[in-house]
T-cell receptor, first 116, second 115 residues
Framework: GDSVTQMEGPVTLSEEAFLTINCTYT??????LFWYVQYPGEGLQLLLKATKADDKGSNKGFEATYRKETTSFHLEKGSVQVSDSAVYFCALNPNAGGTSYGKLTFGQGTILTVHP | GAVVSQHPSRVICKSGTSVKIECRSLDFQATTMFWYRQFPKQSLMLMATSNEGSKATYEQGVEKDKFLINHASLTLSTLTVTSAHPEDSSFYIC???????????FGNGTRLTVT
């Protein structure tokens, strides 16, 4: 079945450091890929998405590129802020086309803490 | 602001009792709602999918008689954990969508502790 594997956390960085959170997936067909973020005390929010190979999703300075050859969707940000402290989830939807409708398969989540 | 409200945020109950968790869409009609369970340091596991007015579809390994899901209106779905036991202690999260090509919104989750 489908699966998503994220790098284990927690990840602790200083403000303005470079962030990478690795995500690899296993799926049949052509899934859509997502990154969700969960700030303390809040629900999951869609951060960015990519619907097909080589697509790059971006939002709030975060980026991730859909790499079919390596089945990866690593999250990056060039300069993190304290306000980026949250839990980040990589997810896939087996349906292509970009919608997040339907069953999502999540990674285990990565806790990011950014210190001033 | 939140578009999906999940209540309660925390609940502690005694073993053998039942607990109901509500998931409401605040400003849209949720034709489909999803219920997830999250164990510590693990990913969200989909428990069931509920469509308004019809029976929920449960994932393999999820006991439908244990986790009763009702989606009686376009703005409300409930998850009832019946005869709860300590192993049911977990974090339960709902999500809701207005349909295909509509955004998926998540509730803030409910921390259930069964003593």
């Amino acid at each position: 079945g489908d699966s998503v594997t994220q790098m284990e956390g927690p990840v602790t960085l200083s403000e303005e450091a470079f962030l990478t959170i690795n995500c690899t997936y296993t799926a049949t067909g052509y899934p859509s890929l997502f990154w969700y973020v969960q700030y303390p005390g809040e629900g999951l929010q869609l951060l960015l998405k990519a619907t097909k190979a080589d697509d790059k999703g971006s939002n709030k300075g975060f980026e991730a590129t859909y790499r079919k050859e390596t089945t990866s969707f690593h999250l990056e940000k060039g300069s993190v802020q304290v306000s980026d402290s949250a839990v980040y989830f990589c997810a896939l939807n087996p349906n292509a086309g970009g919608t997040s409708y339907g069953k999502l398969t999540f990674g285990q989540g990565t806790i990011l803490t950014v210190h001033p | 602001g939140a578009v999906v409200s999940q209540h309660p945020s925390r609940v502690i109950c005694k073993s053998g009792t039942s607990v109901k968790i509500e998931c409401r869409s605040l400003d849209f009609q949720a034709t489909t709602m999803f219920w997830y369970r999250q164990f510590p340091k693990q990913s969200l596991m989909l428990m069931a999918t509920s469509n308004e007015g019809s029976k929920a579809t449960y994932e393999q390994g999820v006991e439908k008689d244990k986790f009763l899901i009702n989606h009686a209106s376009l703005t409300l779905s409930t998850l009832t954990v019946t005869s709860a036991h300590p192993e049911d202690s977990s974090f339960y999260i709902c999500s809701a969508t207005g349909g295909y090509n509509s955004p998926l919104h998540f509730g803030n989750g409910t921390r259930l502790t069964v003593t």
